[in-house]
């Protein structure tokens, strides 16, 4: 699903208050990594995740790899932090509803 203006709007304001619950280091974007984040987009839908500088991958890469990895979209990218999207197909959790 693509997202429009609209979507990434709300979406992005969202995410400002959150923090990074995935934290991309040395390893770079690893199955662990990979894993870890799948499990917090089933959970919240909504996710920021951090680049540290000893990574080999630039901010924008490792967001761009994560995303394709997890089948979720980019919603923003500031400074050394990102976030992603992806709808849950859990029933138990409270759904983002985009405008």
């Known amino acids: 699903m693509a997202l429009t203006g609209k979507h990434v709007r709300h979406l992005r304001s969202l995410a400002h208050h959150l923090?990074?619950?995935?934290?991309i280091g040395k390893a770079d974007v690893n199955d662990g990594v990979v894993e870890q984040a799948n499990a917090a987009l089933e959970a919240h839908e909504l996710i920021k995740?951090?680049?540290l500088d000893t990574s080999a991958l630039d901010v924008r890469e490792a967001a761009e790899e994560?995303?394709?990895?997890?089948?979720?979209?980019?919603v923003q990218v500031i400074g050394r932090k990102f976030s992603l999207y992806r709808e849950s197909k859990r029933d138990d959790i409270e759904h983002i509803k985009l405008p």
Do not use: H, Y
Request: proline share 6%.
């Open 19 to 23: 923090n990074p619950s995935i934290i």
């Open 49 to 51: 995740c951090s680049v």
């Open 66 to 74: 994560l995303a394709e990895r997890c089948r979720a979209e980019v």
